[in-house]
């Protein structure tokens, strides 16, 4: 294996978990923002980002392997 494609190996894995750490870090943000001041629209906003930021973490992990979990 060359340098050049160890090295993109390694950037392409550091990037997916710090997609996924990043968002977790935001949702736990975003959770407690919304839990010093509940209200139905701060509810609905975590949510809504929850779900997105984990479709985003997720969906790269299934293209990649060019199949999904569900067709196992």
């Known amino acids: 294996m060359d340098p050049l494609k160890l090295i993109r190996l390694a950037f392409s894995v550091i990037s997916e978990r710090l ?10 943000g975003l959770s407690c923002w919304s839990m010093w001041g509940p209200s139905w629209e701060r509810i609905a906003t975590l949510a809504i980002f929850v779900l997105f930021a984990y ?3 997720r969906v790269p992990k299934e293209k990649q ?8």
């Open 65 to 72: 392997h060019g199949h999904s979990e569900t067709e196992m």
């Open 19 to 28: 997609i996924a750490v990043l968002s977790l870090c935001m949702a736990c």
């Open 55 to 57: 479709l985003v973490a």
